[in-house]
């Protein structure tokens, strides 16, 4: 099982930079740049590409609807030249909270999106001329929707790869049906190891019914926070206004798939109350809504034989990569908090 971990996007590149690299000594495998709506991540990424020799790195995600595909291709590119191929092109749809709130981009039809977003980037990274015609992506532009006058190119440069690997943020049946068939890696949220078949099992099924065999097996991210120790159970506390934040927060009544996903984790009455405080102002009453035993799930917090049991979990629900939010209150604290679960991992 591989560890990766997702940088601070609000924060200084170079504190990052300086924090990744006692991380990749520590044993670390990937780091994840978030792009919400802080600085972007591409320039992260490039900036850690240039500090860091080995660990791998990953857009964690790239909003689907913020580039076009071609574009997405290309920055893909770039970051794996520059990386000297250890980039993983993270995609994802994010929420009309942000595409729409930030971006003043319609949300709509994610997975049509995405799959054919992904049949363009590898279209460009063979350096094939691209001439795609789908349904929402049209390249060359037809003629009756612009000037006439594009022509059918293809990437000049001759990427490190021509595979990329691609990994897809997905939560609902039919996003994680498309990131089992089309992508290298699969990233849910909140993921909860003993329910995940009962959730995602049959999307997983269906998807890899339809996988292209030269993709290999499906890598399966999970997010877990990580505090190892005797006396780190209040830190599940900490834990609480993010699930909040997700469930109460992020999306209108109706429309938050985060509330869905604590729903179908059986915490439906809990989710209806945390979003109604939250969508009323009260974030810190939210918090104290959600319940401790679905903190302590979808998280690695507790006792070295315990966080090693839940690791084991996590690895029999088909997790590969332990994508972890190190809960230390410093750089050095949570360098030892990965050489920690390394050894636990190992």
């Not at 240039?50 to 076009?68: C, D, N, P």
């Amino acid at each position: 099982m591989r560890i990766g971990l997702g940088i601070n996007y609000a924060g200084g590149f170079a504190e990052a930079a300086a924090e990744v690299a006692d991380l990749e000594r520590a044993g670390l495998d990937v780091v994840f740049v978030p792009e919400a709506y802080s600085y972007d991540a591409v320039s992260a990424l490039g900036f850690l590409a240039a500090k860091t020799s080995t660990i791998g790195l990953a857009s964690g995600i790239l909003q689907i609807y913020t580039r076009t595909p071609s574009l997405t291709a290309m920055t893909a590119a770039g970051l794996d030249f520059v990386s000297d191929g250890r980039f993983t092109l993270g995609l994802g749809a994010s929420g009309p909270h942000v595409i729409e709130g930030f971006h003043g981009v319609p949300y709509d039809a994610p997975i049509g999106r995405t799959r054919e977003i992904v049949e363009i980037c590898r279209t460009v990274w063979r350096r094939e001329k691209l001439e795609y015609q789908g349904r929402y992506y049209q390249i060359p532009l037809p003629a009756e929707q612009g000037t006439g006058l594009g022509k059918p190119l293809k990437l000049i440069n001759h990427p490190v790869r021509e595979n990329i690997p691609i990994l897809i943020a997905a939560l609902g049946p039919k996003n994680v049906e498309l990131a089992a068939e089309v992508a290298q890696g699969w990233q849910p949220i909140f993921f909860y190891p003993e329910k995940a078949s009962d959730i995602w099992g049959d999307a997983l099924a269906e998807g890899k019914s339809k996988r292209d065999p030269a993709l290999g097996e499906l890598d399966v991210y999970a997010g877990p926070a990580l505090a190892i120790g005797d006396d780190v159970e209040p830190l599940l506390q900490f834990v609480k206004p993010h699930l909040a934040l997700y469930i109460g927060g992020m999306g209108a009544r109706g429309k938050n798939f985060y509330h869905t996903l604590a729903t179908r984790y059986g915490y439906g009455a809990e989710a209806d109350r945390i979003q109604e405080l939250y969508l009323a102002g009260k974030k810190d009453e939210a918090a104290t809504v959600v319940p401790d035993d679905l903190a302590r799930a979808v998280s690695l917090i507790g006792p070295a034989g315990f966080v090693k049991e839940r690791v084991a979990a996590f690895a029999e629900a088909g997790v590969t990569v332990l994508n972890v939010l190190p809960m230390g209150a410093d750089a050095g604290a949570r360098v030892r908090l990965i050489e920690q679960l390394r050894g636990l991992v190992d």
